[in-house]
């Protein structure tokens, strides 16, 4: 069946680092792959898209990449701060309508 | 620029008892969904609309009814709540569906049922 991953343990780094979180995917071909940010208490809110024929796709200090051979796409916060505190959810166009949504990671900057 | 407007934010339901979620937009976008989200679960699709008088079936609509009589409006009917339905709610639309659009999402309705 197809699988949308996320890890699910919290990513902890220290302020300034880079972030770097995983979504892979099984079963399947997106032409599509999109991130959002998604805050406690809060709906998602769009990043950025990713196009199949793409391999990294730059908005200020975040960074993706998509790797269809791999089955994986990775998303970059450089310079984190704690306001980067959040869960990210990475999406794909499984179905015809609308991205079916990962698990999400949660992201926590340390100051 | 109100985007995405659900309400209520909070809902506490007995067991049988039935209500209606809001969702309002008002982008002009043609697409609506509802999806629920439950810890370790993400995000799953309840049902969603192309358009004003059409809607259909996402993963898991058994206990949900909705309906489309405006562009604006997508509410989310809960018939008999069961405490199964305990969960965040959340309304999204994008301008036509396609799968390259981005979602906008309301802020949320936690629903509780005892």
């Known amino acids: 069946s197809q699988k949308i991953e996320q890890n699910s343990e919290a990513l902890n780094i220290q302020e300034g680092k880079t972030a770097t979180l995983t979504c892979n995917y099984t079963?399947?071909?997106?032409?599509?792959l999109q991130w959002y940010r998604q805050d406690p208490g809060r709906g998602p809110v769009f990043l950025l898209l990713?196009?199949?024929?793409?391999k990294e796709k730059r908005k200020e200090r975040l960074k993706v990449t998509f790797d269809t051979t791999l089955k994986q796409s990775l998303f970059h916060i450089t310079a984190s701060q704690p306001a980067d505190s959040a869960t990210y959810l990475c999406a794909l166009d499984m179905r015809s309508y609308i991205p079916t949504f990962g698990r999400g990671t949660s992201l926590i900057v340390h100051p | 620029n109100a985007g995405v407007t659900q309400t209520p934010k909070f809902q506490v339901l007995k067991t049988g008892q039935s209500m209606t979620l809001q969702c309002a937009q008002d982008m002009n976008h043609e697409y609506m969904s509802w999806y629920r989200q439950d810890p370790g679960m993400g995000l799953r699709l309840i049902h969603y609309?192309?358009?004003?008088?059409?809607?259909d079936q996402g993963e898991v609509p058994n206990g949900y009814n909705v309906s489309r009589s405006t562009t604006e409006d997508f509410p989310l009917r809960l018939l008999s709540a069961a405490p199964s339905q305990t969960s965040v709610y959340f309304c999204?639309?994008?301008?036509?569906?396609?799968?390259?659009?981005?979602?906008?999402f309301g802020s949320g309705t936690q629903l509780s049922v005892l």
């Open positions: 990713i196009r199949e024929n793409e």
């Open positions: 999204a639309s994008s301008s036509t569906g396609a799968t390259n659009e981005k979602l906008f």
């Open positions: 609309s192309v358009g004003a008088g059409i809607t």
């Open positions: 079963n399947y071909s997106p032409a599509y």
